[in-house]
T-cell receptor, first 112, second 111 residues
Framework: EAQVTQNPRYLITVTGKKLTVTCSQN?????MSWYRQDPGLGLRQIYY???????DKGDVPEGYKVSRKEKRNFPLILESPSPNQTSLYFC???????????FGPGTRLTVL | TQLLEQSPQFLSIQEGENLTVYCNSS?????LQWYRQEPGEGPVLLVT?????EVKKLKRLTFQFGDARKDSSLHITAAQPGDTGLYLC???????????FGTGTRLQVTL
Protein backbone atom coordinates (compact mmCIF):
# COMPACT_ATOMS: atom_id res chain seq x y z
CA GLU A 1 0.00 0.00 0.00
CA ALA A 2 1.29 3.42 -1.03
CA GLN A 3 1.67 5.52 2.08
CA VAL A 4 3.54 8.03 4.19
CA THR A 5 4.29 6.87 7.71
CA GLN A 6 5.28 8.94 10.72
CA ASN A 7 6.55 7.92 14.11
CA PRO A 8 5.73 8.45 16.83
CA ARG A 9 2.05 9.42 16.48
CA TYR A 10 1.99 11.01 19.91
CA LEU A 11 4.85 12.40 21.97
CA ILE A 12 4.99 14.29 25.25
CA THR A 13 8.40 15.63 26.17
CA VAL A 14 10.08 18.34 28.22
CA THR A 15 11.81 21.54 27.21
CA GLY A 16 15.32 21.02 25.90
CA LYS A 17 15.21 17.25 25.36
CA LYS A 18 16.25 16.51 21.79
CA LEU A 19 13.78 14.51 19.73
CA THR A 20 13.36 13.16 16.22
CA VAL A 21 10.14 12.48 14.36
CA THR A 22 10.62 10.04 11.53
CA CYS A 23 8.90 10.14 8.15
CA SER A 24 9.06 7.50 5.47
CA GLN A 25 7.35 7.10 2.08
CA ASN A 26 7.23 4.07 -0.19
CA UNK A 27 6.19 5.82 -3.42
CA UNK A 28 9.66 6.80 -4.64
CA UNK A 29 8.69 10.47 -4.41
CA UNK A 30 11.39 13.07 -4.90
CA UNK A 31 9.68 15.82 -2.92
CA MET A 32 9.09 15.61 0.82
CA SER A 33 7.95 18.25 3.26
CA TRP A 34 7.18 18.91 6.92
CA TYR A 35 4.26 21.05 8.12
CA ARG A 36 2.93 22.07 11.46
CA GLN A 37 -0.77 22.63 12.01
CA ASP A 38 -2.04 25.03 14.66
CA PRO A 39 -5.64 26.18 15.27
CA GLY A 40 -6.58 29.15 13.11
CA LEU A 41 -3.26 29.12 11.27
CA GLY A 42 -3.74 26.25 8.87
CA LEU A 43 -0.73 24.26 7.73
CA ARG A 44 2.62 26.03 7.72
CA GLN A 45 5.61 24.57 5.97
CA ILE A 46 8.71 23.99 8.10
CA TYR A 47 11.20 22.47 5.65
CA TYR A 48 11.06 20.73 2.32
CA UNK A 49 13.35 18.60 0.19
CA UNK A 50 13.36 18.31 -3.59
CA UNK A 51 15.61 15.25 -3.56
CA UNK A 52 18.35 13.43 -1.66
CA UNK A 53 20.75 15.86 0.04
CA UNK A 54 18.66 18.84 -1.12
CA UNK A 55 16.72 20.62 1.63
CA ASP A 56 15.34 24.12 1.98
CA LYS A 57 13.57 26.27 4.53
CA GLY A 58 9.83 26.74 4.49
CA ASP A 59 7.89 29.46 6.27
CA VAL A 60 8.65 28.51 9.89
CA PRO A 61 12.05 26.73 10.04
CA GLU A 62 13.34 28.19 13.31
CA GLY A 63 14.04 25.54 15.94
CA TYR A 64 13.92 22.63 13.48
CA LYS A 65 16.43 20.64 11.44
CA VAL A 66 15.94 18.05 8.73
CA SER A 67 18.07 15.68 6.72
CA ARG A 68 17.55 13.73 3.50
CA LYS A 69 20.18 11.04 3.29
CA GLU A 70 17.86 8.56 1.59
CA LYS A 71 15.03 9.19 -0.83
CA ARG A 72 12.39 7.49 1.30
CA ASN A 73 13.20 9.11 4.67
CA PHE A 74 12.92 12.70 5.86
CA PRO A 75 13.29 12.99 9.64
CA LEU A 76 12.41 16.15 11.55
CA ILE A 77 14.77 17.01 14.39
CA LEU A 78 14.09 19.31 17.31
CA GLU A 79 17.47 19.88 18.98
CA SER A 80 16.07 21.78 21.96
CA PRO A 81 12.26 21.71 21.95
CA SER A 82 10.33 24.56 23.50
CA PRO A 83 6.64 24.82 24.50
CA ASN A 84 5.85 26.94 21.41
CA GLN A 85 6.68 23.89 19.30
CA THR A 86 3.71 22.06 20.76
CA SER A 87 1.71 21.30 17.64
CA LEU A 88 0.41 18.71 15.19
CA TYR A 89 3.07 17.81 12.65
CA PHE A 90 2.53 16.36 9.18
CA CYS A 91 4.97 14.91 6.73
CA UNK A 92 4.02 14.88 3.06
CA UNK A 93 5.49 13.66 -0.19
CA UNK A 94 4.81 13.95 -3.89
CA UNK A 95 6.36 13.23 -7.23
CA UNK A 96 7.92 16.26 -8.92
CA UNK A 97 5.71 17.50 -11.73
CA UNK A 98 2.54 16.32 -10.06
CA UNK A 99 0.35 18.42 -7.81
CA UNK A 100 -1.01 15.87 -5.39
CA UNK A 101 0.71 15.66 -2.04
CA UNK A 102 0.27 12.59 0.11
CA PHE A 103 0.20 13.26 3.82
CA GLY A 104 1.17 11.10 6.75
CA PRO A 105 -1.24 10.56 9.66
CA GLY A 106 0.34 13.25 11.82
CA THR A 107 2.38 13.43 15.02
CA ARG A 108 0.92 15.26 17.98
CA LEU A 109 3.78 16.76 19.98
CA THR A 110 3.45 18.33 23.41
CA VAL A 111 6.46 20.11 24.93
CA LEU A 112 6.10 20.81 28.65
CA THR B 1 4.48 34.49 3.11
CA GLN B 2 1.46 34.87 0.88
CA LEU B 3 -1.58 34.27 3.07
CA LEU B 4 -4.72 32.49 2.00
CA GLU B 5 -7.77 33.48 4.00
CA GLN B 6 -10.69 31.11 4.19
CA SER B 7 -14.21 31.95 5.20
CA PRO B 8 -16.15 31.04 7.11
CA GLN B 9 -13.85 29.61 9.74
CA PHE B 10 -16.61 27.39 11.16
CA LEU B 11 -19.83 26.19 9.62
CA SER B 12 -22.49 24.02 11.21
CA ILE B 13 -25.41 23.05 8.99
CA GLN B 14 -28.09 20.41 8.71
CA GLU B 15 -28.15 17.56 6.24
CA GLY B 16 -29.54 18.64 2.88
CA GLU B 17 -28.45 22.26 3.05
CA ASN B 18 -26.11 23.90 0.56
CA LEU B 19 -22.96 25.78 1.50
CA THR B 20 -20.06 27.69 0.00
CA VAL B 21 -16.55 28.05 1.35
CA TYR B 22 -14.29 30.84 0.11
CA CYS B 23 -10.54 31.04 -0.25
CA ASN B 24 -9.06 34.48 -0.93
CA SER B 25 -5.62 35.93 -1.45
CA SER B 26 -3.96 39.06 -2.76
CA UNK B 27 -1.45 36.84 -4.55
CA UNK B 28 -1.78 35.14 -7.93
CA UNK B 29 -1.31 31.38 -7.90
CA UNK B 30 -0.42 29.08 -10.77
CA UNK B 31 -2.74 26.45 -9.35
CA LEU B 32 -4.95 25.94 -6.35
CA GLN B 33 -5.83 22.77 -4.51
CA TRP B 34 -8.58 21.81 -2.09
CA TYR B 35 -8.04 19.21 0.62
CA ARG B 36 -10.31 17.61 3.20
CA GLN B 37 -8.95 16.52 6.55
CA GLU B 38 -10.75 14.25 8.98
CA PRO B 39 -9.89 13.97 12.68
CA GLY B 40 -6.74 11.98 13.33
CA GLU B 41 -5.71 11.93 9.69
CA GLY B 42 -3.70 13.96 7.25
CA PRO B 43 -5.31 16.10 4.52
CA VAL B 44 -6.46 14.32 1.37
CA LEU B 45 -6.51 16.06 -2.00
CA LEU B 46 -9.97 16.66 -3.49
CA VAL B 47 -9.16 18.67 -6.60
CA THR B 48 -6.62 20.89 -8.35
CA UNK B 49 -7.66 23.87 -10.49
CA UNK B 50 -5.13 25.54 -12.77
CA UNK B 51 -6.95 27.83 -15.21
CA UNK B 52 -8.55 31.16 -14.30
CA UNK B 53 -12.33 30.73 -14.32
CA GLU B 54 -12.07 26.94 -14.25
CA VAL B 55 -14.94 25.00 -12.71
CA LYS B 56 -14.58 21.39 -11.61
CA LYS B 57 -17.26 19.12 -10.23
CA LEU B 58 -16.75 16.15 -7.94
CA LYS B 59 -20.19 14.62 -7.32
CA ARG B 60 -21.94 17.16 -5.05
CA LEU B 61 -18.85 19.38 -4.74
CA THR B 62 -18.21 22.23 -7.20
CA PHE B 63 -14.87 24.02 -7.22
CA GLN B 64 -14.19 27.29 -8.99
CA PHE B 65 -10.94 29.15 -9.58
CA GLY B 66 -11.27 32.92 -9.87
CA ASP B 67 -10.61 34.60 -13.20
CA ALA B 68 -7.56 36.37 -11.79
CA ARG B 69 -6.34 33.17 -10.07
CA LYS B 70 -6.35 34.88 -6.67
CA ASP B 71 -9.37 33.21 -5.16
CA SER B 72 -11.41 30.04 -5.20
CA SER B 73 -14.66 28.67 -3.87
CA LEU B 74 -16.01 25.29 -2.90
CA HIS B 75 -19.75 24.74 -3.10
CA ILE B 76 -21.39 21.67 -1.59
CA THR B 77 -24.92 20.78 -2.65
CA ALA B 78 -27.20 18.84 -0.31
CA ALA B 79 -24.58 18.35 2.39
CA GLN B 80 -24.36 14.99 4.12
CA PRO B 81 -22.85 14.01 7.49
CA GLY B 82 -20.00 12.36 5.59
CA ASP B 83 -18.95 15.83 4.36
CA THR B 84 -17.98 16.77 7.91
CA GLY B 85 -14.32 17.73 8.18
CA LEU B 86 -11.74 20.46 7.83
CA TYR B 87 -11.50 21.91 4.33
CA LEU B 88 -8.20 23.48 3.32
CA CYS B 89 -7.29 25.38 0.21
CA UNK B 90 -3.65 25.55 -0.89
CA UNK B 91 -2.07 27.75 -3.53
CA UNK B 92 1.01 26.92 -5.55
CA UNK B 93 3.47 29.19 -7.31
CA UNK B 94 5.36 28.20 -10.40
CA UNK B 95 6.71 24.69 -10.19
CA UNK B 96 4.66 24.01 -7.04
CA UNK B 97 7.73 23.34 -4.97
CA UNK B 98 5.91 25.14 -2.16
CA UNK B 99 2.27 25.13 -1.20
CA UNK B 100 0.72 27.91 0.85
CA PHE B 101 -2.23 26.62 2.84
CA GLY B 102 -5.32 28.51 3.84
CA THR B 103 -6.52 28.93 7.40
CA GLY B 104 -9.14 26.19 7.04
CA THR B 105 -12.92 25.88 7.28
CA ARG B 106 -14.30 23.40 9.76
CA LEU B 107 -17.62 22.00 8.53
CA GLN B 108 -20.06 20.01 10.61
CA VAL B 109 -23.13 18.48 9.01
CA THR B 110 -25.76 17.15 11.38
CA LEU B 111 -28.78 14.94 10.78
Amino acid sequence: EAQVTQNPRYLITVTGKKLTVTCSQNMNHEYMSWYRQDPGLGLRQIYYSMNVEVTDKGDVPEGYKVSRKEKRNFPLILESPSPNQTSLYFCASRSLGYNEQFFGPGTRLTVL
Amino acid sequence: TQLLEQSPQFLSIQEGENLTVYCNSSSVFSSLQWYRQEPGEGPVLLVTVVTGGEVKKLKRLTFQFGDARKDSSLHITAAQPGDTGLYLCAGAHGTASKLTFGTGTRLQVTL
